[in-house]
């Protein structure tokens, strides 16, 4: 078993940044991959990032390209998600992920284990 707990997340300005956070623990080194979903009210859950967690490749949704940066820290068992230039449209509950296996990481149901969600609003 893998626990996920996401943080980070808060009430920012349009054009602010937040970085969000993902700690992994128990079974951490089983993980193939990590990713960072969003959710806003009434919408269904959408692909934000995912990241290889070995290897380091990243993968994001053309939406966020260019203002998100997905990274991890292997020693801390930490996914982060650097969120910059927000949108009122970015406004959320974040959602981060993790696979034991090779599969198609902008896919929800590739994912074995999912965090709590931390909400980002951005306002106009």
């Known amino acids: 078993q893998v626990q996920l707990v996401a943080s980070g997340g808060g009430l920012v300005q349009a054009g602010g940044s937040l970085r969000l956070s993902c700690a992994a623990s128990g079974r951490a080194f089983s993980i193939y991959g990590m990713g960072w979903f969003r959710q806003a009210p009434g919408k269904e859950r959408d692909f934000a990032a995912a990241?290889?967690?070995?290897?380091?490749?990243?993968l994001y949704a053309d939406s966020v390209k260019g203002r998100f940066t997905i990274s991890r820290d292997i020693a801390r068992n930490t996914m982060y998600l650097q969120v910059n230039s927000l949108k009122p449209e970015d406004t959320a509950v974040y959602y981060c992920a993790a696979t034991k296996n090779f599969g198609v990481l902008r896919t929800p149901s590739t994912y074995d284990y999912w965090g709590q969600g931390t909400q980002v609003t951005v306002s106009s």
């Open positions: 990241i290889n967690w070995s290897v380091g490749s990243t």
